[in-house]
Protein backbone atom coordinates (compact mmCIF):
# COMPACT_ATOMS: atom_id res chain seq x y z
CA UNK A 1 0.00 0.00 0.00
CA UNK A 2 1.11 3.56 -0.93
CA UNK A 3 1.97 5.62 2.02
CA UNK A 4 0.46 8.80 2.06
CA UNK A 5 2.43 11.39 -0.31
CA UNK A 6 4.77 14.30 2.02
CA UNK A 7 6.07 16.06 -0.89
CA UNK A 8 6.17 16.68 -4.20
CA UNK A 9 9.11 16.80 -6.69
CA UNK A 10 9.40 17.89 -9.93
CA UNK A 11 11.56 16.14 -12.39
CA UNK A 12 13.14 17.85 -15.56
CA UNK A 13 14.32 15.44 -18.23
CA UNK A 14 16.51 17.19 -21.51
CA UNK A 15 16.22 14.21 -23.93
CA UNK A 16 18.00 16.09 -26.36
CA UNK A 17 20.52 17.86 -24.44
CA UNK A 18 23.55 17.12 -26.80
CA UNK A 19 21.81 18.39 -29.82
CA UNK A 20 20.65 21.60 -27.90
CA UNK A 21 24.17 22.48 -27.30
CA UNK A 22 25.35 22.27 -30.66
CA UNK A 23 22.19 24.69 -31.80
CA UNK A 24 22.87 26.76 -29.31
CA UNK A 25 26.60 27.51 -30.28
CA UNK A 26 25.52 29.09 -33.34
CA UNK A 27 21.26 29.56 -33.66
CA UNK A 28 21.09 31.48 -36.69
CA UNK A 29 23.07 28.80 -38.54
CA UNK A 30 21.20 26.09 -37.34
CA UNK A 31 16.99 27.16 -37.65
CA UNK A 32 15.20 24.07 -35.68
CA UNK A 33 13.78 22.18 -38.36
CA UNK A 34 16.22 22.57 -41.13
CA UNK A 35 19.28 21.29 -39.94
CA UNK A 36 21.43 17.98 -41.46
CA UNK A 37 21.12 14.83 -39.71
CA UNK A 38 23.78 15.01 -36.83
CA UNK A 39 24.80 12.77 -34.67
CA UNK A 40 27.55 13.09 -31.51
CA UNK A 41 29.92 9.85 -31.06
CA UNK A 42 32.16 8.86 -28.34
CA UNK A 43 34.52 6.08 -28.53
CA UNK A 44 33.44 3.05 -26.40
CA UNK A 45 35.09 -0.38 -26.56
CA UNK A 46 37.82 0.90 -29.07
CA UNK A 47 35.06 1.76 -31.13
CA UNK A 48 33.29 5.17 -32.06
CA UNK A 49 29.86 4.75 -31.64
CA UNK A 50 26.81 7.14 -31.74
CA UNK A 51 25.22 8.12 -28.29
CA UNK A 52 23.26 11.23 -28.67
CA UNK A 53 20.96 12.05 -32.08
CA UNK A 54 19.35 14.50 -33.35
CA UNK A 55 15.85 14.58 -34.09
CA UNK A 56 16.07 14.02 -38.33
CA UNK A 57 18.85 11.44 -37.45
CA UNK A 58 16.39 9.65 -35.69
CA UNK A 59 13.25 10.26 -38.20
CA UNK A 60 15.99 8.27 -40.02
CA UNK A 61 16.00 5.33 -38.28
CA UNK A 62 19.14 5.44 -36.32
CA UNK A 63 19.81 4.83 -32.89
CA UNK A 64 21.89 5.45 -29.84
CA UNK A 65 24.99 2.56 -29.80
CA UNK A 66 25.26 2.10 -33.25
CA UNK A 67 28.83 2.41 -34.55
CA UNK A 68 29.42 4.90 -36.60
CA UNK A 69 30.59 2.85 -39.66
CA UNK A 70 27.16 1.62 -39.84
CA UNK A 71 25.65 4.58 -39.11
CA UNK A 72 27.75 6.39 -41.97
CA UNK A 73 26.89 3.27 -44.57
CA UNK A 74 22.38 3.94 -43.96
CA UNK A 75 23.18 7.81 -44.14
CA UNK A 76 25.83 8.81 -46.28
CA UNK A 77 25.31 12.43 -45.44
CA UNK A 78 25.49 12.01 -42.03
CA UNK A 79 26.86 14.92 -40.36
CA UNK A 80 29.38 14.22 -37.02
CA UNK A 81 30.59 15.56 -33.80
CA UNK A 82 32.06 14.79 -30.64
CA UNK A 83 30.33 14.95 -27.49
CA UNK A 84 30.58 17.54 -25.22
CA UNK A 85 30.23 16.02 -21.89
CA UNK A 86 31.16 19.25 -20.71
CA UNK A 87 29.28 21.72 -22.47
CA UNK A 88 26.18 19.78 -21.24
CA UNK A 89 27.34 19.67 -17.49
CA UNK A 90 27.27 23.30 -18.10
CA UNK A 91 24.20 24.12 -19.05
CA UNK A 92 22.79 21.39 -17.05
CA UNK A 93 24.07 23.30 -14.33
CA UNK A 94 23.12 27.10 -15.13
CA UNK A 95 19.28 25.00 -15.58
CA UNK A 96 19.82 23.85 -11.84
CA UNK A 97 20.76 27.26 -10.79
CA UNK A 98 17.73 28.87 -12.48
CA UNK A 99 15.29 26.99 -10.80
CA UNK A 100 15.89 28.89 -7.45
CA UNK A 101 13.45 31.13 -8.68
CA UNK A 102 10.59 28.25 -7.95
CA UNK A 103 12.44 26.74 -4.99
CA UNK A 104 15.66 26.21 -2.80
CA UNK A 105 15.39 22.65 -3.28
CA UNK A 106 16.50 22.07 -6.69
CA UNK A 107 19.12 19.29 -7.83
CA UNK A 108 20.67 17.40 -11.13
CA UNK A 109 20.41 14.34 -12.11
CA UNK A 110 22.94 13.69 -14.55
CA UNK A 111 23.16 13.34 -17.03
CA UNK A 112 20.34 14.57 -18.64
CA UNK A 113 17.55 16.15 -15.91
CA UNK A 114 16.93 17.83 -12.69
CA UNK A 115 14.61 17.44 -9.34
CA UNK A 116 12.88 20.22 -7.97
CA UNK A 117 11.58 19.37 -4.38
CA UNK A 118 8.24 22.25 -4.65
CA UNK A 119 6.68 21.11 -1.46
CA UNK A 120 5.02 24.12 -0.56
CA UNK A 121 6.44 26.54 -3.39
CA UNK A 122 3.59 26.28 -5.71
CA UNK A 123 1.42 28.76 -4.48
CA UNK A 124 2.64 32.06 -6.18
CA UNK A 125 2.15 30.07 -9.76
CA UNK A 126 -1.66 28.73 -8.50
CA UNK A 127 -0.65 25.24 -7.76
CA UNK A 128 2.27 22.64 -9.36
CA UNK A 129 0.93 22.81 -12.66
CA UNK A 130 0.98 26.45 -13.16
CA UNK A 131 4.88 25.98 -11.62
CA UNK A 132 5.85 23.39 -14.14
CA UNK A 133 3.82 25.86 -17.39
CA UNK A 134 5.78 28.58 -16.21
CA UNK A 135 9.25 26.65 -15.86
CA UNK A 136 8.35 24.54 -19.49
CA UNK A 137 8.23 27.91 -20.94
CA UNK A 138 11.29 29.48 -19.73
CA UNK A 139 13.06 26.15 -20.96
CA UNK A 140 11.54 26.44 -24.62
CA UNK A 141 12.08 30.34 -24.55
CA UNK A 142 15.75 29.47 -23.78
CA UNK A 143 16.05 26.93 -26.66
CA UNK A 144 16.47 23.94 -24.86
CA UNK A 145 14.00 20.50 -25.27
CA UNK A 146 12.64 19.43 -21.76
CA UNK A 147 9.67 17.24 -20.39
CA UNK A 148 8.38 17.78 -17.06
CA UNK A 149 6.53 15.51 -14.82
CA UNK A 150 5.30 15.50 -11.04
CA UNK A 151 5.53 12.05 -8.46
CA UNK A 152 5.85 11.97 -4.67
CA UNK A 153 9.79 10.89 -4.82
CA UNK A 154 12.17 12.23 -6.88
CA UNK A 155 12.72 8.62 -9.12
CA UNK A 156 8.49 8.46 -9.53
CA UNK A 157 8.83 12.13 -11.11
CA UNK A 158 11.61 11.04 -13.24
CA UNK A 159 10.14 8.07 -14.75
CA UNK A 160 7.16 10.00 -15.54
CA UNK A 161 8.73 12.58 -17.27
CA UNK A 162 11.07 9.69 -18.97
CA UNK A 163 8.39 7.27 -19.67
CA UNK A 164 5.03 8.83 -18.67
CA UNK A 165 4.07 10.75 -21.81
CA UNK A 166 1.89 12.00 -20.31
CA UNK A 167 0.08 9.57 -18.47
CA UNK A 168 -0.07 8.81 -14.42
CA UNK A 169 -0.26 5.35 -15.18
CA UNK A 170 2.79 3.87 -13.09
CA UNK A 171 2.04 0.05 -13.47
CA UNK A 172 2.10 0.98 -17.53
CA UNK A 173 5.58 2.06 -17.49
CA UNK A 174 8.50 -0.36 -18.87
CA UNK A 175 11.24 -1.33 -16.48
CA UNK A 176 13.73 0.91 -18.01
CA UNK A 177 12.17 3.44 -15.82
CA UNK A 178 14.15 1.81 -12.82
CA UNK A 179 17.03 2.53 -14.41
CA UNK A 180 18.48 -0.08 -13.50
CA UNK A 181 22.26 -1.75 -14.89
CA UNK A 182 21.88 -2.70 -18.53
CA UNK A 183 22.23 -6.41 -17.63
CA UNK A 184 19.65 -6.37 -14.91
CA UNK A 185 16.64 -4.80 -17.51
CA UNK A 186 18.04 -7.30 -20.18
CA UNK A 187 17.27 -10.10 -17.23
CA UNK A 188 13.72 -8.90 -16.56
CA UNK A 189 12.64 -8.80 -20.19
CA UNK A 190 14.13 -12.18 -20.69
CA UNK A 191 11.90 -13.24 -17.54
CA UNK A 192 9.02 -12.08 -19.46
CA UNK A 193 8.70 -8.56 -16.65
CA UNK A 194 8.28 -5.58 -19.06
CA UNK A 195 6.83 -3.22 -17.31
CA UNK A 196 6.53 -2.12 -13.18
CA UNK A 197 2.97 -3.72 -12.74
CA UNK A 198 4.27 -7.26 -13.55
CA UNK A 199 7.24 -6.50 -11.08
CA UNK A 200 5.31 -4.94 -8.63
CA UNK A 201 3.73 -8.29 -8.75
CA UNK A 202 6.28 -10.38 -7.80
CA UNK A 203 7.69 -10.73 -3.84
CA UNK A 204 10.29 -7.99 -2.89
CA UNK A 205 11.75 -10.86 -1.24
CA UNK A 206 12.43 -12.64 -4.43
CA UNK A 207 13.21 -9.39 -6.36
CA UNK A 208 16.08 -8.57 -3.49
CA UNK A 209 17.27 -11.69 -3.16
CA UNK A 210 17.95 -12.00 -7.10
CA UNK A 211 18.28 -8.55 -8.26
CA UNK A 212 20.13 -6.67 -5.13
CA UNK A 213 18.49 -3.32 -4.98
CA UNK A 214 15.72 -3.79 -7.51
CA UNK A 215 13.18 -3.65 -4.61
CA UNK A 216 14.36 -0.70 -3.65
CA UNK A 217 14.60 0.82 -6.75
CA UNK A 218 10.69 -0.46 -7.24
CA UNK A 219 9.88 0.93 -4.04
CA UNK A 220 10.46 4.47 -4.55
CA UNK A 221 9.55 4.75 -8.12
CA UNK A 222 6.03 3.33 -6.58
CA UNK A 223 5.99 5.89 -3.90
CA UNK A 224 6.59 3.98 -1.12
CA UNK A 225 9.72 5.11 0.16
CA UNK A 226 10.79 9.06 -0.21
CA UNK A 227 14.72 9.91 -0.70
CA UNK A 228 14.97 13.47 -0.54
CA UNK A 229 17.06 15.02 -2.65
CA UNK A 230 20.19 17.37 -1.77
CA UNK A 231 20.27 20.16 -3.10
CA UNK A 232 22.88 22.34 -4.95
CA UNK A 233 22.91 25.44 -2.58
CA UNK A 234 26.06 27.53 -2.12
CA UNK A 235 26.65 28.12 1.42
CA UNK A 236 24.24 29.92 3.51
CA UNK A 237 24.79 33.54 2.80
CA UNK A 238 25.42 35.99 6.24
CA UNK A 239 22.40 38.17 7.27
CA UNK A 240 21.40 39.89 10.01
CA UNK A 241 17.98 41.12 10.89
CA UNK A 242 16.48 43.42 13.23
CA UNK A 243 12.75 42.97 14.42
CA UNK A 244 10.73 45.90 16.27
CA UNK A 245 8.21 46.11 18.90
CA UNK A 246 6.86 49.10 18.01
CA UNK A 247 7.25 50.05 14.07
CA UNK A 248 10.39 52.77 12.57
CA UNK A 249 8.89 55.95 10.79
CA UNK A 250 12.14 57.42 9.49
CA UNK A 251 14.48 56.47 6.83
CA UNK A 252 17.58 57.86 9.02
CA UNK A 253 16.30 55.34 12.09
CA UNK A 254 16.50 53.10 9.62
CA UNK A 255 19.94 53.89 7.95
CA UNK A 256 20.95 53.61 11.74
CA UNK A 257 19.41 50.26 12.28
CA UNK A 258 21.23 49.18 9.04
CA UNK A 259 24.96 50.24 10.49
CA UNK A 260 24.16 48.05 13.69
CA UNK A 261 23.20 45.28 11.09
CA UNK A 262 26.66 45.99 9.53
CA UNK A 263 28.70 45.62 12.66
CA UNK A 264 26.77 42.42 12.98
CA UNK A 265 27.54 40.88 9.88
CA UNK A 266 31.20 42.36 9.92
CA UNK A 267 31.52 40.33 12.86
CA UNK A 268 30.30 37.46 11.29
CA UNK A 269 32.63 37.69 8.73
CA UNK A 270 35.51 38.40 10.85
CA UNK A 271 34.86 34.77 11.82
CA UNK A 272 34.82 33.09 8.47
CA UNK A 273 37.56 35.13 6.84
CA UNK A 274 35.89 36.95 4.45
CA UNK A 275 34.81 40.04 2.99
CA UNK A 276 31.10 41.24 1.22
CA UNK A 277 31.14 42.56 -2.06
CA UNK A 278 27.26 42.74 -2.34
CA UNK A 279 24.83 43.85 -0.03
CA UNK A 280 21.37 44.21 -0.04
CA UNK A 281 19.07 45.48 2.44
CA UNK A 282 15.35 44.71 2.86
CA UNK A 283 12.85 47.27 4.84
CA UNK A 284 10.37 45.20 5.86
CA UNK A 285 6.80 47.71 6.17
CA UNK A 286 3.87 46.65 8.69
CA UNK A 287 1.65 46.82 5.80
CA UNK A 288 3.40 43.83 4.03
CA UNK A 289 5.38 46.42 1.66
CA UNK A 290 9.33 45.47 1.53
CA UNK A 291 11.44 47.98 0.36
CA UNK A 292 14.96 46.69 -1.32
CA UNK A 293 17.99 48.42 -1.68
CA UNK A 294 21.87 46.58 -2.99
CA UNK A 295 24.78 48.31 -3.12
CA UNK A 296 28.13 46.60 -4.43
CA UNK A 297 31.68 46.65 -3.55
CA UNK A 298 34.61 46.84 -6.23
CA UNK A 299 36.70 44.63 -3.33
CA UNK A 300 35.47 42.63 -0.94
CA UNK A 301 35.02 44.40 2.50
CA UNK A 302 33.75 44.51 6.44
CA UNK A 303 33.79 48.00 7.07
CA UNK A 304 30.23 49.29 8.36
CA UNK A 305 31.26 52.87 7.98
CA UNK A 306 32.04 52.82 4.35
CA UNK A 307 28.86 50.29 4.53
CA UNK A 308 26.84 52.51 5.30
CA UNK A 309 28.08 55.14 3.60
CA UNK A 310 27.22 53.44 0.35
CA UNK A 311 23.75 53.20 1.48
CA UNK A 312 23.15 56.52 1.98
CA UNK A 313 24.59 57.56 -1.74
CA UNK A 314 22.65 54.72 -2.95
CA UNK A 315 19.33 56.38 -1.29
CA UNK A 316 19.98 59.67 -2.36
CA UNK A 317 19.83 58.64 -5.50
CA UNK A 318 16.87 56.44 -5.79
CA UNK A 319 14.40 58.43 -7.73
CA UNK A 320 11.58 56.71 -6.22
CA UNK A 321 12.19 57.61 -2.55
CA UNK A 322 11.81 55.11 -0.08
CA UNK A 323 8.58 55.56 1.77
CA UNK A 324 8.23 54.51 5.28
CA UNK A 325 4.42 54.53 5.32
CA UNK A 326 3.22 53.02 8.58
CA UNK A 327 6.61 52.40 9.45
CA UNK A 328 9.35 49.50 9.58
CA UNK A 329 8.87 46.65 11.64
CA UNK A 330 11.73 44.17 10.51
CA UNK A 331 15.14 45.25 8.72
CA UNK A 332 17.66 42.45 7.18
CA UNK A 333 20.97 42.79 5.43
CA UNK A 334 22.30 40.12 3.43
CA UNK A 335 25.39 39.51 2.53
CA UNK A 336 25.00 38.01 -1.09
CA UNK A 337 28.42 37.61 -2.64
CA UNK A 338 31.32 37.27 -0.68
CA UNK A 339 35.22 36.42 -1.05
CA UNK A 340 38.54 35.95 0.47
CA UNK A 341 39.48 38.50 2.92
CA UNK A 342 42.19 38.06 5.12
CA UNK A 343 44.36 40.47 7.84
CA UNK A 344 47.32 42.59 6.26
CA UNK A 345 49.78 45.16 7.65
CA UNK A 346 48.24 48.75 6.71
CA UNK A 347 50.34 49.88 3.54
CA UNK A 348 51.17 53.53 3.59
CA UNK A 349 52.98 53.77 0.37
CA UNK A 350 51.45 56.22 -1.86
CA UNK A 351 50.82 53.65 -4.40
CA UNK A 352 48.67 51.22 -2.47
CA UNK A 353 46.97 54.15 -1.34
CA UNK A 354 46.30 55.50 -4.45
CA UNK A 355 44.37 51.94 -5.49
CA UNK A 356 42.17 51.87 -2.40
CA UNK A 357 41.16 55.44 -3.21
CA UNK A 358 40.32 54.53 -6.67
CA UNK A 359 38.03 51.71 -5.20
CA UNK A 360 36.51 53.35 -3.04
CA UNK A 361 35.67 56.19 -5.34
CA UNK A 362 34.29 53.67 -8.12
CA UNK A 363 32.39 52.55 -5.40
CA UNK A 364 30.89 55.52 -4.39
CA UNK A 365 30.14 56.31 -8.45
CA UNK A 366 28.17 52.89 -8.57
CA UNK A 367 26.06 53.19 -5.45
CA UNK A 368 25.06 57.01 -7.21
CA UNK A 369 24.98 56.30 -10.62
CA UNK A 370 24.29 52.43 -10.56
CA UNK A 371 26.91 49.50 -11.36
CA UNK A 372 26.06 49.07 -15.07
CA UNK A 373 27.11 52.23 -16.06
CA UNK A 374 30.84 52.37 -14.16
CA UNK A 375 33.25 50.37 -16.28
CA UNK A 376 36.64 50.01 -17.53
CA UNK A 377 38.16 49.48 -20.98
CA UNK A 378 39.94 46.06 -21.89
CA UNK A 379 42.04 44.64 -24.53
CA UNK A 380 40.59 41.60 -26.92
CA UNK A 381 43.39 39.85 -28.71
CA UNK A 382 42.22 40.74 -32.23
CA UNK A 383 43.23 42.98 -34.90
CA UNK A 384 40.05 44.75 -35.85
CA UNK A 385 39.73 48.28 -34.37
CA UNK A 386 36.11 48.08 -33.13
CA UNK A 387 36.78 45.27 -31.41
CA UNK A 388 40.13 45.47 -30.03
CA UNK A 389 38.38 46.55 -26.76
CA UNK A 390 35.52 45.96 -24.82
CA UNK A 391 33.85 46.75 -21.46
CA UNK A 392 34.40 44.99 -18.25
CA UNK A 393 33.88 45.72 -14.47
CA UNK A 394 35.69 48.25 -12.80
CA UNK A 395 37.16 45.94 -10.21
CA UNK A 396 39.61 44.43 -13.14
CA UNK A 397 42.92 45.99 -13.97
CA UNK A 398 43.53 45.08 -17.88
CA UNK A 399 47.04 45.89 -18.90
CA UNK A 400 47.97 48.08 -22.18
CA UNK A 401 50.73 47.69 -24.40
CA UNK A 402 52.29 51.49 -23.77
CA UNK A 403 53.05 53.46 -27.00
CA UNK A 404 56.69 54.14 -27.59
CA UNK A 405 57.92 57.18 -25.74
CA UNK A 406 57.58 60.51 -28.17
CA UNK A 407 55.62 58.90 -31.06
CA UNK A 408 52.01 59.92 -31.93
CA UNK A 409 49.27 57.60 -31.35
CA UNK A 410 49.15 54.98 -33.75
CA UNK A 411 45.19 54.83 -33.61
CA UNK A 412 42.60 57.39 -32.20
CA UNK A 413 41.71 56.97 -28.97
CA UNK A 414 37.56 57.01 -29.65
CA UNK A 415 35.98 55.59 -32.60
CA UNK A 416 33.56 56.38 -35.17
CA UNK A 417 30.73 53.60 -34.87
CA UNK A 418 30.04 52.75 -37.29
CA UNK A 419 32.60 53.90 -39.34
CA UNK A 420 31.25 56.91 -42.00
CA UNK A 421 31.89 56.71 -45.52
CA UNK A 422 33.46 59.49 -47.03
CA UNK A 423 32.64 60.92 -50.50
CA UNK A 424 34.71 62.38 -53.75
CA UNK A 425 38.13 60.26 -52.62
CA UNK A 426 40.98 61.62 -55.23
CA UNK A 427 43.50 58.53 -54.92
CA UNK A 428 46.15 56.64 -56.94
CA UNK A 429 44.75 54.00 -57.97
CA UNK A 430 45.27 50.81 -57.72
CA UNK A 431 46.69 51.21 -53.71
CA UNK A 432 47.87 54.65 -53.50
CA UNK A 433 47.29 56.71 -50.29
CA UNK A 434 44.01 59.31 -50.44
CA UNK A 435 44.87 63.05 -51.67
CA UNK A 436 41.36 64.52 -51.25
CA UNK A 437 38.05 63.47 -49.85
CA UNK A 438 34.61 64.80 -48.92
CA UNK A 439 33.33 63.93 -45.17
CA UNK A 440 29.66 66.08 -43.82
CA UNK A 441 29.61 68.28 -46.95
CA UNK A 442 33.24 69.37 -46.70
CA UNK A 443 36.24 69.08 -48.88
CA UNK A 444 39.60 68.37 -46.96
CA UNK A 445 42.36 68.38 -48.80
CA UNK A 446 45.25 65.73 -47.22
CA UNK A 447 48.66 67.38 -46.75
CA UNK A 448 50.45 64.78 -44.98
CA UNK A 449 49.54 60.94 -44.67
CA UNK A 450 51.17 57.42 -43.31
CA UNK A 451 50.47 54.17 -44.19
CA UNK A 452 48.96 52.20 -45.19
CA UNK A 453 48.66 49.67 -42.10
CA UNK A 454 46.50 46.86 -43.67
CA UNK A 455 44.13 44.38 -41.34
CA UNK A 456 43.10 41.37 -42.72
CA UNK A 457 39.30 39.69 -42.22
CA UNK A 458 39.30 36.94 -39.44
CA UNK A 459 37.93 35.01 -41.95
CA UNK A 460 38.30 31.85 -39.57
CA UNK A 461 35.25 33.73 -37.64
CA UNK A 462 32.85 33.94 -41.31
CA UNK A 463 30.79 31.36 -42.09
CA UNK A 464 31.94 32.48 -46.12
CA UNK A 465 35.85 31.79 -45.12
CA UNK A 466 36.31 35.64 -46.87
CA UNK A 467 36.04 39.31 -46.17
CA UNK A 468 37.69 42.26 -47.94
CA UNK A 469 41.29 43.72 -45.92
CA UNK A 470 41.43 47.52 -44.72
CA UNK A 471 44.30 49.48 -45.79
CA UNK A 472 44.45 52.08 -42.88
CA UNK A 473 46.18 55.71 -43.34
CA UNK A 474 47.07 58.29 -40.61
CA UNK A 475 45.83 61.48 -42.72
CA UNK A 476 46.33 65.17 -42.03
CA UNK A 477 44.71 68.44 -43.77
CA UNK A 478 45.99 71.34 -44.44
CA UNK A 479 44.51 73.01 -41.45
CA UNK A 480 46.37 70.41 -39.34
CA UNK A 481 42.98 68.24 -38.72
CA UNK A 482 44.00 64.42 -38.49
CA UNK A 483 41.84 61.46 -39.76
CA UNK A 484 42.00 57.80 -39.45
CA UNK A 485 40.73 56.36 -42.85
CA UNK A 486 40.79 53.32 -44.68
CA UNK A 487 39.91 51.66 -48.18
CA UNK A 488 37.63 49.02 -47.79
CA UNK A 489 38.69 46.39 -50.46
CA UNK A 490 41.44 46.30 -53.53
CA UNK A 491 41.03 46.78 -57.03
CA UNK A 492 40.15 43.58 -58.70
CA UNK A 493 39.78 44.07 -62.62
CA UNK A 494 35.49 42.88 -62.60
CA UNK A 495 34.54 43.93 -58.83
CA UNK A 496 33.50 46.57 -56.92
CA UNK A 497 35.42 49.74 -56.46
CA UNK A 498 36.33 49.64 -52.96
CA UNK A 499 34.81 52.14 -49.90
CA UNK A 500 36.57 54.48 -48.58
CA UNK A 501 35.59 55.35 -44.84
CA UNK A 502 36.26 57.41 -41.96
CA UNK A 503 36.90 55.37 -38.60
CA UNK A 504 38.27 57.88 -36.08
CA UNK A 505 39.37 61.05 -35.13
CA UNK A 506 42.87 62.11 -33.47
CA UNK A 507 42.79 65.07 -31.02
Not at 237 to 255: K, Q, Y
Not at 419 to 428: K, R, Y
Amino acid sequence: MTAPASRRYLAIWLPMLAEDIWRLADPAARPRGQEPPTVFVEKINNAMRLTALSRSALALGLMPNLTLADARARVPELVVHDRDHGGEARLLARIVAGCARYTPMAAAAPPDGAILDITGCTHAFDGEAGLGQDLAARLAQGGVTALLDYGDTPEQARALARFGRGKCDLFALPVEALEAEAPVTLALRRAGLKTIGALARRPRKMLAARFGDLAIRLGRLLGEQDRHITPERPLPPVFALRRFAEPIGRVEDALACLEDLGRDAAETLLERHEGGRRFLARLFRSDGAVAMVEVTTGQPTRDPALLIRLFRERIDALSDPIDPGFGFDLIRLDVGGTEKLVARQDDHLATARHKEELAELVDRLSARLGARRIYRARPENTHIPECAAVACAPSQSPSWEAAPEGEPPMRPVRLLDPPQPVGAVMSEVPDGPPMRFTWCGRAYSIARWEGPERIAAEWWHRRDRGGKPRDYYRVEDADGHRFWLFRHGQHTPGDEEPGWYIHGLFA
